[in-house]
């Protein structure tokens, strides 16, 4: 049974960081990515970042500055790093497994399995 739990979604300031958790278990693929997602109010799903098994990292190009993605395989979690928020990182964030990946191929916005999310406000 695949687990994807989300963790670190919080209340803070602009300006502000903020480093959000996926816990990713239950599985043992050969080949697979977890990726980072947010949905905005009133607003459609988007990619946002997500790294391969092999370790391989991919950004959307609104969250090259200021969002970092890195793996503990360990631990078995997915973090997302972000810095200096703003107003409209206020959203729901969400971490996906992907599945059906080659290596050839971006992870960026592809899902197969979601988490719950994790709310993350930015608000003085």
């Known amino acids: 049974q695949f687990q994807l739990v989300e963790s670190g979604g919080d209340l803070v300031q602009p300006g502000g960081s903020l480093r959000l958790s996926c816990l990713a278990s239950?599985?043992?693929?050969?080949?697979?990515?977890i990726g980072w997602f947010r949905q905005a109010p009133g607003k459609e799903r988007e990619g946002v970042s997500c790294?391969?098994?092999?370790?391989?990292?991919y950004y959307a190009d609104s969250a090259k500055a200021r969002f970092v993605i890195s793996a503990d395989t360990a631990k078995k979690t997915v973090d997302l790093q972000i810095k200096s928020l703003k107003a409209e990182d206020t959203a729901v964030y969400y971490c996906?497994?992907?599945?059906?990946?080659?290596?050839?191929?971006?992870?960026?916005?592809?899902?197969?399995?979601w988490g719950r999310g994790t709310q993350v406000t930015v608000s003085s």
């Open positions: 239950g599985f043992r693929f050969d080949y697979y990515a």
């Open positions: 790294i391969t098994s092999d370790n391989r990292t």
């Open positions: 996906a497994l992907v599945r059906h990946i080659t290596p050839q191929q971006s992870c960026l916005n592809r899902s197969d399995y």
